[in-house]
């Protein structure tokens, strides 16, 4: 195990060390200390490593991530995995807005709940969350998958393209061109892998499943009420 | 008994109304039967004060001119030093401005690098992501960073040359995008991560930063994963430029891209790109002003865009403080959008040579702004390619003629007192006098 002291050695030399590593190494297990909620932490790292961060994080911790697994020992500041291509990033408390907005790939296990915008305009990423979500999650979601087992905020999934949302609790309201959709054997499928990954014990049979309606995908003025 | 004739009365003309033109009516008689707006590629028609609206004055006993032909006038320009390891260094002040692949097609795209490179110039992305024809015939490329993030991935950041974080455009600033599914081909759709012959929708706002003390961070996120090699653009449209640039800098842009609204657009609503923003011209002094007043000018790069189109709207928007300037419509003319060739088939399309605006349609008789492979085939990107070479050293050579005649031995040493403006509102705009005086509107309280 590496530990970098980021108070002492800063985030400049931080972010290099990590982004020069290829995983062919023994060093594959680092350790952040002293984060004390900095801000772009351990981002465009692109090789199989496993970093730990011990502490909150700022603004964009682990974005666009590339292979690594980044673990938050603590909670995440706004836009945390944003963009990620591939790789697993671990939030052991809750995440702020934007988790895992655009995200392309990989998984983002949030443990606690996450705010606003989770998941907005994702694009292949998979976001688990253990807790609650806030209004507008997955707005303009394209695709990859949305696992909530609290409850939903406002306006899911608005605009929402073809990623899947799955909700254990309650919905406070659907976003525009939202629907609930029936829950066929293999979403539950899915489901179950996710939870699995993720490592959350819970029952695929008690999620909802949402999609999109598919009605905004062409323009229609018959549909300008809709925005 | 004398003959009883009727007087015979004088008809008058028929009067159009200027408020209710032929052009408005057709517009209403449109509006009626669809139910919908219209939508179209393009800046601004209508007249605004522009560049046309100045003149240079030229040197005589007072000032004394460059011999042309013989004595210099550098025209490079270098981006990004503020904190970029690696500025970009051009040949010369003229880029080309962003414009995705999708709205244009994959040749486009090749020759506007291949043009671009070959007169020692850079190119930009667009929505949509980096092409492989692009990256391979650019030398320079500036890769943009959108709200939508279609295509963005860490690798291409890193193979760009400079990246622009896009937040505005001058043909729609506050507003989103919309690549209509008919453009919508299997490889576009791929590259944007939705299935293929859907609308794509552009966000009008970043989806994981929202106001200066954000973009600030966001900025140095960027920087963090390209380690701080990369000039960072802040790319705005034309609204409030004097806080939108201050705000820029603030954040930490290495260079500011100010787009008035005669800035093309691939699609947007006609109403919207005719009725908001500023015109160019407009534009340039405050953005200047602020860098001046915080102190860096010339520090943090300006570049103007919107409506540039001759060497002499190169040389005035340098004049007025820009360091360089951007162009895309004239790009796309010059590659051959809107050529008289094609006249038949724009008349088959219900438009003529010059007015063709419906370029999200996707049925660009040139060939350019479509994905339709039978059209695309039309379009050569060599030719093209050759043809903005020759129009990008046109744009410099008359710009150094320009400034040779000013005594100017670079481009950049033009400035506002070379200038004078034809019409108040180009004199109160760019804050150059009125030709034959020393004043402009509001200077000495008047």
């Keep these: 195990m590496q530990t970098f002291d980021l108070a002492a050695e800063g985030l400049r030399a931080l972010n290099a060390t990590l982004q020069k590593q290829n995983g062919t190494t023994n060093q594959t297990a680092w350790e952040v200390v002293n984060p004390k909620g900095s801000h772009a932490l351990a981002v465009g790292l692109d090789a199989p490593i496993d970093v730990t961060v011990k502490g909150s994080t700022g603004y964009y ?67 688990v969350v253990q807790g609650n979500i806030g209004h507008m999650s997955a707005f303009m979601a394209q695709s990859g998958n949305l696992v909530v087992c609290g409850d939903a905020g406002d306006a899911l999934g608005d605009s929402l393209y073809e990623a899947r949302i799955f909700v254990r609790g309650k919905v406070k309201s659907l976003g525009a061109d939202c629907i609930e959709k029936e829950m066929r054997p293999e979403h539950l499928e899915i489901l179950r892998d996710l939870l699995d990954r993720a490592g959350f014990d819970a029952n695929p049979e008690e999620f909802r499943r949402y999609g999109s309606a598919r009605k905004l995908y062409n323009f229609d003025v018959d549909n300008a009420s809709a925005y | 008994m004398k003959d009883k004739t009727e007087p015979k009365i004088p008809q008058t003309v028929p009067r159009q109304s200027w408020t209710f033109s032929n052009e408005v009516n057709s517009e209403i008689r449109r509006a009626a039967a669809t139910g919908i707006y219209d939508i179209r590629g393009g800046g601004a028609k209508r007249r605004v004060p ?104 860490p690798d291409d950041l890193r193979r760009a040359d400079a990246i622009e974080l896009v937040v505005g455009q001058g043909a729609k600033p506050g507003g989103g995008g919309m690549l ?24 009008c706002r970043h989806p994981d930063w929202t106001g200066p003390d954000d973009l600030e961070i966001k900025i140095m996120e960027i920087r963090e994963i390209t380690g701080w090699e990369k000039p960072i653009y802040v790319k705005i449209g034309g609204t409030r430029p004097y806080y939108d640039t201050t705000l820029a800098v603030k954040s930490g842009a290495d260079v500011v891209v100010l787009d008035g609204m ?28 602020a860098l001046q007043d915080l102190g860096m000018h010339r520090k943090v790069q300006l570049i103007v865009s919107g409506g540039i189109r001759t060497g002499a709207d190169v040389a005035k928007a340098l004049a007025l403080g820009a360091d360089a300037v951007s162009i895309g419509t ?13 006249e038949e088939e724009y008349r088959k399309l219900g438009t003529t040579t010059g007015a063709y605006d419906d370029w999200h349609e996707g049925r660009d ?53 070379d200038l004078c403006a034809l019409t108040m509102e180009a004199a109160a705009m760019a804050r150059v006098p009125l030709a034959g005086t020393d004043w402009y509107p509001g200077k000495n309280g008047f």
Excluded at chain 1, 106 to 114: E, H, R, S, T
Excluded at chain 2, 400 to 412: D, E, F, M, V, Y
């Design chain 2, 262 to 289: 005669q800035g093309g657009t691939a699609a947007t609503q006609d109403v919207f790109i005719e009725h908001v923003g500023l015109p160019t011209l407009a534009c340039i002094y405050p953005a200047v002003k």
């Design chain 1, 61 to 127: 911790c682990a974005g666009m991530n590339k292979q690594a697994t980044i673990r938050i020992h603590g909670s995440a500041g706004p836009g945390v995995a944003e963009n990620m291509m591939s790789g697993t990033v671990i939030i052991e408390g809750d995440a702020s807005q934007y988790a895992g907005a655009t995200g392309h790939g990989g998984l983002l296990v949030i443990k606690g709940n996450a705010a606003s915008r989770c998941g907005i305009s994702m694009k292949g990423i998979d976001i």
């Design chain 2, 365 to 417: 008789p040139a060939g350019i702004t479509t994905q339709d492979p039978e059209l695309m085939a039309r379009f050569d990107p060599i030719e093209g390619g050759r043809r903005l070479k020759n129009y990008l050293k046109v744009l410099t050579l008359e710009a150094q003629t320009i400034a040779r005649a000013c005594g100017k031995n670079h481009l950049h040493n033009l400035e506002p007192e």
């Design chain 2, 330 to 342: 004239a790009a796309l003319v010059a590659l051959g959008d809107n050529d008289p060739r094609w």
């Design chain 2, 50 to 153: 522009h560049f046309d609206d100045l003149l240079f004055l030229g040197a005589s006993i007072s000032r004394y001119p460059l011999e042309g032909y013989r004595e210099k006038c550098v025209t490079e320009v270098t981006l990004g030093t503020r904190f970029a390891k690696k500025p970009i260094k051009l040949d010369i002040p003229i880029t080309i401005a962003g414009m995705s692949f999708g709205s244009l097609s994959g040749p486009a795209k090749e020759a506007l690098g291949r043009g671009a490179s070959a007169a020692g110039t850079s190119t930009t992305t667009g929505d949509g992501g980096m092409t492989e024809e692009e990256r391979g015939h650019s030398k320079t490329l500036v890769y943009q960073y959108l709200p939508s993030r279609y295509g963005m991935n």
């Design chain 2, 180 to 203: 209509l599914g008919q453009k919508i081909s299997d490889r576009v759709a791929k590259m944007r991560n939705l299935p293929k012959g859907i609308d794509q929708r552009s966000a």
